[in-house]
């Protein structure tokens, strides 16, 4: 399987919809069920599985093994985050820095121009010599 990184604005926004955060996170320290997933991110079955399916046509989780359910004789299967999700949290984490220090940049730029501004305001330009006298 090719592993994708999400390249439309459905699917930006299906990354940043809540629900699907709140599956990402919990598989952050391991593979876990659809069963735990509900459980640990406190949205249901049916949303879990939903979510699930489309970030794995993402390439971000991939079914990780089974494990004996709770039901007698049933397989559970267990997803887990690929190297993908990984890349992409990077990512993410790194854009963040990257904006906030362009914005605190901003910022002081912006701070600078009104200094320079009032600075301008207070302190007359020089008197143009061209102005007035040819003498």
Do not use: Y
């Not at 320079?116 to 143009?128: F, I, K």
Request: glycine share 6%.
């Amino acid at each position: 399987m090719t592993e994708m990184l999400p390249d439309t604005r459905a699917e930006v926004t299906f990354l940043c919809e809540q629900p699907t955060v709140q599956v990402l996170r919990a598989l952050r320290d391991g593979p876990l069920a659809d069963r735990d997933i509900a459980q640990a991110s406190g949205i249901g079955r049916p949303t879990v599985r939903a979510r699930l399916q489309r970030l794995e046509s993402l390439g971000l989780v991939a079914h990780a093994g089974e494990r004996r359910a709770r039901a007698q004789g049933k397989r559970a299967q267990l997803w887990a985050l690929t190297d993908a999700a990984d890349a992409l949290s990077a990512f993410a984490r790194h854009a963040d820095a990257f904006v906030l220090n362009l914005l605190n940049r901003r910022g002081a730029a912006q701070e600078a121009m009104i200094a320079g501004r009032r600075r301008d305001e207070l302190v007359p330009a020089p008197a143009d010599q061209a102005d007035g006298d040819n003498s």
